[in-house]
Every structure is written in structure tokens, then in C-alpha cells.
């Protein structure tokens, strides 16, 4: 059974940076990508950023870019998501997801993924 535990969430004021973690287990970490996403309530949940623990390929959501970085930590089966410059419109439910296999096409949608967690929350005041 895959259990993915994520951390870190809380309050910023905008401007601000959050780092996330999301701790896997139960499965073999190298094999499969790895993925954070967010939902605010009434809305679809949406790609944030995704990363191949076996290549470290990584892709990120327009909204992100440049703001965003996701990284891996394959000794301590950990990828993270650090986020800076952080803005209201990033207030949202963050979720970590391990897919099914490495890197398949389309590395944000939300159906290549198995595996999620519990989410963390994340709010930027303005």
C-alpha cells in the first residue's frame, strides 16, 4: 500500500514563500513520477508541478513557472515542492500524487496519477 504524507502547508502573506514535503512509502520510489497538485473548493484540481525521481525531469504549470521549484530527495523518498513569490491566487488544498509508472505522457494531468495524499493547505493573504 502506497502512503504519501504531505507537509508544510500554513499562512503567508503574498509575496511569501512555503516549502512542502511529501513523504512516500510502501513502494518503489524510483520507479514512478511523482506529482503535487491543488484544488480550491468548486474547482477542478490542477497540475502544479511533476518531476521523474529516476531522471529528474521535471514540468510545471504556466502559473508557476519561474515561482515554483519541485525537487526530490531519493535517499530520504521525499519530494518537495518550494514555492516562492507566492500569491493569493495560490491559496489552495496541495496535494501529492505518485503515478503509476515514470514520466507518462502528459505529466500534469490528473489520471496518470494513483497515489494521492491527505493534502496540505496553503492561504496567502494579500
Known amino acids: 500500500q502506497v502512503q504519501l504524507v504531505e507537509s508544510g502547508g500554513g499562512s503567508v502573506q503574498a509575496g511569501g514563500s512555503l516549502k512542502l514535503a511529501c513523504l512516500a512509502s510502501?513502494?518503489?520510489?524510483?520507479?514512478?513520477?511523482m506529482a503535487w497538485f491543488r484544488q480550491v473548493p468548486g474547482k477542478e484540481r490542477e497540475g502544479v508541478a511533476a518531476?521523474?525521481?529516476?531522471?529528474?525531469?521535471?514540468d510545471y504549470a504556466d502559473f508557476v513557472k519561474g515561482r515554483f521549484t519541485i525537487d526530490q530527495d531519493s535517499a530520504k523518498n521525499t519530494v518537495y515542492l518550494q514555492m516562492n513569490s507566492l500569491k493569493p491566487e495560490d491559496t489552495a488544498m496541495y496535494y501529492c500524487a505518485a503515478a503509476r509508472a515514470d514520466w507518462l505522457p502528459g505529466p500534469l494531468r490528473h489520471d496518470n496519477y494513483l497515489y494521492w495524499g491527505q493534502g496540505t493547505q496553503v492561504t496567502v493573504s494579500s
Open positions: 510502501g513502494h518503489t520510489y524510483s520507479r514512478q513520477s
Open positions: 518531476i521523474s525521481v529516476r531522471s529528474g525531469t521535471t
